[in-house]
Nanobody, 124 residues
Framework: QVQLVESGGGLVQAGGSLRLSCAASGRTVSRYLIGWFRQAPGKDREFVAAIRWSGDSLYYSDSVKGRFTISRDGAKSTVYLQMNSLKPEDTAVYYC?????????????????WGQGTQVTVSS
């Protein structure tokens, strides 16, 4: 079992920044890959970024590449999503998920555990 708790969402103007946190707990968390997804009203859950717990592999969607950075602090068992140059289309509920290490990282249904989500709203 892996427990995930997101924090850091909020309201920000376009061009601004936010940092999301995903605190992970569980005895085997080091075996998991952590992904960030987002879901806007009426849309499917969309892949944003992912990181292997070892930190040696990072993945990004094309829509956020160059603006968002995923990282992790092993000592705090926390994965971060630094979001810069935010756009109104980034508005969504952001979720972190965990799945056992695998090659496929962008499919939400492959993730076993999810946090409760945190709202990010970007105003124009």
């Amino acid at each position: 079992q892996v427990q995930l708790v997101e924090s850091g969402g909020g309201l920000v103007q376009a061009g601004g920044s936010l940092r999301l946190s995903c605190a992970a707990s569980g005895r085997t968390v080091s075996r998991y890959l952590i992904g960030w997804f987002r879901q806007a009203p009426g849309k499917d859950r969309e892949f944003v970024a992912a990181i292997r717990w070892s930190g040696d592999s990072l993945y990004y969607s094309d829509s956020v590449k160059g603006r968002f950075t995923i990282s992790r602090d092993g000592a705090k068992s926390t994965v971060y999503l630094q979001m810069n140059s935010l756009k109104p289309e980034d508005t969504a509920v952001y979720y972190c998920g965990a799945r056992l290490n695998a090659l496929v990282v962008k499919i939400a249904s492959h993730y076993e555990f999810w946090g409760q989500g945190t709202q990010v709203t970007v105003s124009s």
